[in-house]
């Protein structure tokens, strides 16, 4: 501090050298230098525009200059105004440049004023500010917010800066924040005033407050926040992110908060992560960019090949009457000829082709977004473009990456089965269950449901696991839904989005059951091995209950959390039950019968509701007694351990048993519904976790009674099987880490009042820490429970295994001296916390291991296959275990039954390399033999049947330089390729090594914030907007809600975007080259002086304006093929794919067809009017007038649709051109000098023979593009074209042909896949490699 | 029905948003190709028949006075130094229908070059008098003479001014009997009575060129251009305008004069002609031509077979193209759709 402080004082003002930021409240206990330097801070006003008034003009012209197409053509037009070179008169040549520039300045200001005015609304936000001249609290604008400042917000209000908590209303000092502004998560998350604070009183009293704050300077990362706080009395207390409320986040739950603003404005963390659109040139945009430079080379080519010919020219005239006398030498005159033609011929570098290009992708972007086959009604979300330029690239994909979790699967975590203390349950009735689920869902039944029972819920029911919706109202609605014919689209999309009751209900496992039943029997004589076993059982469900972060709120008010109960239900029961425990040994504390003694259903509930309530009477337990339903289920009050056990029994499980049978015997709602009737409030609680399994888990321990009923920062109430609420008191939370790859909490057991450790984390590590010197017992449970994770993975379930330690108190105490070090250091804080997790950690004990189903998204199989069918090479990239990545690519349809799997797995790398030549010594092989086998040998990048699946440890040596190149040619060979077990980095590392190393064209989707890499790195990247909040989408170029939407993206909007773009450039190429060139061809006919035939209006119009509406309307309208047949048929996508639209070749073919065009177009009226007394400009009307009828023409013809649009287009340029030079020629007496094109035109368009010539010259002009496109369509159409054909078929005809279509490229595309090769090609392959559907269903 | 807040965010279903609209799908394939060949064929060769007769109707009589070689009439009248008059003589065998236009033409003459075009100053030419006195810079170097007095008609346009003249004589019975030629009309409309305006002074049109000089290569001045008919001087002079509208090719004809007066009203009846020329303009430096041309004008201008060759070809081209492509359509398309 003191070091720091000496610091502040040297340089006070350089923030760049200071590596902390210091802050205190503006009271009279800040010292000057500290004033001084927190009024250096930034302000909470924020400015996002990018321009002021003044700086508009200067600005916006310096960032168009940046533009190289830009800075040309301001230097041509500054070319013009030399005397000696000028072509036309000065002014007319800064139109188009003008023209563009200002157009584009118009949009950069219209996007500026909107910033401006969001800007403006942010600023002008209120809230209370406390002044210290009034001693109140006053209400100020967000922008005169400062750093410093007390900030008093109430509920529900949004947080105007980065505030450390000070106060809060709530007791526990505890306040809820909702971060959807921010990253889209909307589950609630836990702030909490600073510890330590001096003034903990209900009051807080801004003038007492003398604190002072030292924090890390601003930064970008939400999830980070480092600093200490130093009370007057030097007392330092650490800070982090638990207390910092985040700017732009909103306040739940809390009535009255206390913040002191420590980052304002641009330095608010919300701030900082807002970076603006993302610019990513695409594919297309680089290839137009080579052809520009051609286009230049070109302009170059002709200007010069004109000056050589004014030298030439000059030359052999001496004394010409009409050479205007000078000194100038004819070899100096073709120099500065070869600038006036750049001059004129400017119009060839297509300088409108960018903005035209810019705003062809606003339209396409448009139109994707308003795709109702893209929008998710769930949600009430479409697609969302964020990146503006690249929509073409979606038409050119060649490898796909995906993740796994929450882009092929739902992320909805559906507890499946466990395995505890090795013994497994499958919970047979739960997979049933399940599956009834599915089948029901597939009906027709309860699709419209989500969107009506979600109006009356929150929107949290979306987005994290939540069972709290009553299947009451779920079913009326799904009855009225019937007679409600919904939108089909509706109905589509609705299915298995929606978490309904069913998909969370966990139906015990009856063996599991039957145990707990044990327990309760005291039949002690059968012993201590049982006894074990419940004990681990009942742990492990507390451990599935605590082991977590889940917020629990009530549906009733969805934003407010529930709170901990005022009476800490000192049950008398509970008293004897603890006393009993002394009695009994730890393993057998289970076995206290005591603790069941108050189970009765009703009676439960009550106490539940009683944790719920604090209201409630505290006379409860005799009340439900009473009401209870069957006289079986009294309870029994007496505290006794031996009382009536038998109705201890059914009392404790007779309702969780009873609903399996419920729901056989009647649809599942219907159980549900009557269950409702009678359940109370208990089942309404909301669970909200930041990650879905944790939910899952939470549910599933709810199931066995194992009830979490609140949290707060100190305690979680638990209820027990039997027992009311028991206060957990909660002494550590040591939060999931992707290193770590777990997350402990160290709790105080209700029960027997020990100090333990409860873990939950990924087999391997667990099994790890498990203790080695452990007993027999434990091995054994360690195996089979290593066995039965196996087993789990096999079937595609997320495994996790459950650990637990005890601690001594002596040990506890000294482990929380480290850590209580480690949390108020600043330094490497992180560091230290992980080493004293570590430390906690270890000697586990095993409790048990869970199976968690992730369900497939709708459509993703389906969509998965159009996508390889298209020529998509589907990769995915997951954290998961081998066994469960290899089960979803099963599921999905990636890999089929008659795929060959490879698997790549080693531990060194010299391992690795002869792995990698194995391989693909033995695919060549199979590859050989199967050429010689059949002899039409396939092409070979059409290879199919191989797949390789690879972890992440092999992946590191395989990304390496050496095997980089054996990697890619043994993936270029499989047709899919899944790499487990990879960590974000490894993500980014593959993408990036295919698209460079292979020169392909990438995409990445994802979900979560370990795909943000790779979705970055890609040339494409998609975020799923999912459970995991927005950081994908935040990073992506697109973000979609659904991985199927990927299908109509890709190959119908990827298709249009690509060749639409495409044929619109090389359209605009042509109509460039085609009309420059009649200037140029005219030059062999004036002394190669730069003389037009046209007058410079015209000139500069008809590229400007006369045709330039068209090729907008061609690039973003234009349907080669129709939504529908693209879809069907996938492989149309390798049109975009393989750049067909857009070759060099077709850039070459259209520039000599544009040659060919202007040729015609300028010699047939040459030779039409060869001799004769026509003037210089009425030469000129009939070659416009025939080039405008050939350039609209040639689009008709490259158009594969024309709607009514097109043809008003058309129209509309026709007759502007029309209307433009007739208007020009009847009033422009003299106003064009040297061109007065007075009269021309009416007298040249009164003749006949302007008609002859023009119409000559347009057939003869398209004659050939129209035979080559007729012979070519006839002969070997394209699949492009046939398709198109296709289209235009009747109905019936349509699906017939669209069926043989298929069918015959079903033949081509399985003829790849069986494969007969040798079984044990699969090095090092212990998965089976049949994939049997049942293992798939599981999944789907 | 449904609740509009929850689905705020929903596209519009519309046939525009949706990309539905009713569209034509042009795919030229053998269908459409080969029948539109035939009626464009068809249609073409019609035209090209007709423009073909109607060209071949016209008459041309062209005759190149340059006197470049040896033995031609004008041979030594190739110094434009000193005034000289040249005969030409032809006969017509038989009846050359009228209305009659006489042209006189211009080869390897570059009225379409680039600076000559721009030098010239169309405030003089619209009578405004303040141009007079200080003429546009484009006009350089015949903006001013050597002793700073402006030029009027300024420009290099003006300057070139084509200066012979052609008398025609019809020789009946051994005595040249003079043709009258009509120089009314030769200029467009527009020109004669908008564009070119002279000064409106009081006084004479000499007046309003005082204190202004002709052109260097003229003999006289402009508001003196038509000796014979006082009407026809300054800018609205038929011959100036001619001159003034440049030609787009450097091989052109300009209209001299029309013949439609009198006996010849119906044409130049057969019998032998003289034609008178008085030679002023100096071609031969830059190896130019000089010719004149009688010819009469059909509907669509003069004789010019090239347009109507063009539409019988390129019909004919249509016609077997569309056989062609009818062979090859039947040959390779028509098993496949059996499929």
Known sequence: MESLLSLGKRKPRKNGLQRKRRVGAWNMTLDEEDEELMRSYSGNKIRTTKYTFLSFVPKNLFEQLHRFANVYFVFLSALNFVPIVNAFQPEISLIPIVLVMSVTAVKDMWEDYRRRKSDWQVNGQLCEVYDRTQQRYVKRRWAEVCVGDLVLLGCNDIIPADMVLLHSSDPKGVCHIETANLDGETNLKQRQVVRDLPQQGPDFNPENFSSRIECENPNNDLRRFRGYMEHPGKVRVGLHNDNLLLRSCTVRNTERVIGIVVYAGHETKAMQNNSGPRYKRSKLERRLNVDVLWSVALLFLMCFSTAVGHGIWLRGLKGAVFLIPDDISPALAGFYMFWTMIIVLQVLIPISLYVSIEIVKLGQIYFIQNDLDLYNPRLDAGIQCRALNITEDLGQIQYLFSDKTGTLTENRMLFRRCTVAGVEYPHHENAQSLEQYEEQFGGAADHTLTLRSRSSRKSVSCRSLSCNHSSVSLNTLAAESDSNSFDDTLHRQAQGAFSSTMECAVVPDPQLGQKLKVLSAPLLGRLKHDATELSHIVDFFLALAVCNTVVVSSPSQPRHVVQMPVARTPLRSLEEMKALLQKVSLPRFALSPSQNSDGSPGFTKRLFNRGRSATYTPNAPTTPAARAPTPSLTPTHTPSPCSTPVLLRSGAWGQEEEQPRQSDADDGPAAEEEEKDDSDEEDKLLYEAESPDEAALVQAA??????????????????LPGTGPLSVPLLHVLPFHSARKRMSVVVRHPLTGQVVVYTKGADSVIMELVGR???????????????HLDDYAKEGLRTLCIAKRVLEEGEYEDWLKRHVFAEASIENREELLRETAQMLETKLTLLGATGIVDRLQEDVPETIEALQRAGIKVWVLTGDKQETAVNIACACKLLRPTDQLLTLNCDIKEDCETLLSELLEQIGVSERRHASGCEDGLAVGDRGGFMLVIDGRTLDFALEAELQGAFLELTGSCRSVICCRSTPLQKSKVVRLVGEKLGVMTLAIGDGANDVSMIQVADVGIGISGQEGMQAVMSSDFAISRFKHLRKLLLVHGHWCYTRLANMILYFFYKNVMYVNLLFWYQFFCGFSGSTMTNSWVLIFFNLLFTS???????????NVSAQTLLSLPQLY??????????????????????YQSLVCFFIPYFAYAGSDIGLFSFGSPINGSALLIILLHQIIESRTLTWLHFAVFLCSALLYYIFVLVFSIICVTCNHPTNPYGIETKVMSEPLYYCVCAVTTVLALLPRMLCRGLYNTLCPSDVVKAGLIDKLRPEDYSASVCQWQENSEAIYHNQNPRHLDKNLSVNADIPTDCTPETGSVLS | MKNEGEMANRPDNTAFTQQRLPAWQPVLSAGIVIPGFVLIGLAFIGIGVALFVTSQKIQVLETDYTGAEQGSPCYDCRDTSVPCVCRVNFSLSKLFEGPVFFYYGLSNYFQNYRQYGSSRDDDQLSGYT???TSPSETCAPYQYNSQKKPIVPCGSVANSMFNDSFKLYHVVNGQPRPVPLDGKGIAWWTDYNIKYRNPTV??????????????????????DLDTTDPSNNGFQNQDFIVWMRRAALPNFRKLYRRITEGDYANGLPAGNYTLEITYNYPVLAFDGRKKVVFSNVSWMGGKNQFLGIAYLVIGSLCIVMSVVMLIVYAKYKFPEDEL
């Open chain 1, 702 to 719: 709810r199931a066995y009674g194992c009830t979490l009923l609140g949290r707060s920062p100190e305690q979680l109430l638990v209820a």
């Open chain 1, 773 to 787: 010197k452990t007993s027999d017992d434990q091995r054994e449970i360690m195996e089979k429970t290593q066995r």
């Open chain 1, 1109 to 1119: 509406v068209p090729p907008l309307m061609y690039g973003v309208f234009d349907k």
């Open chain 1, 1134 to 1155: 390798k049109h975009g794919q393989n750049s067909k639209a857009y070759l060099p070749s077709t850039f070459w073919l259209t520039i000599l067809d544009a040659f």
């Open chain 2, 130 to 132: 303040s141009a007079f």
């Open chain 2, 202 to 223: 009081n006084g004479t049109l000499a007046s309003a060129f005082a204190d202004t000089v002709k052109p260097i290569n003229w003999p006289r001045p402009a508001y």
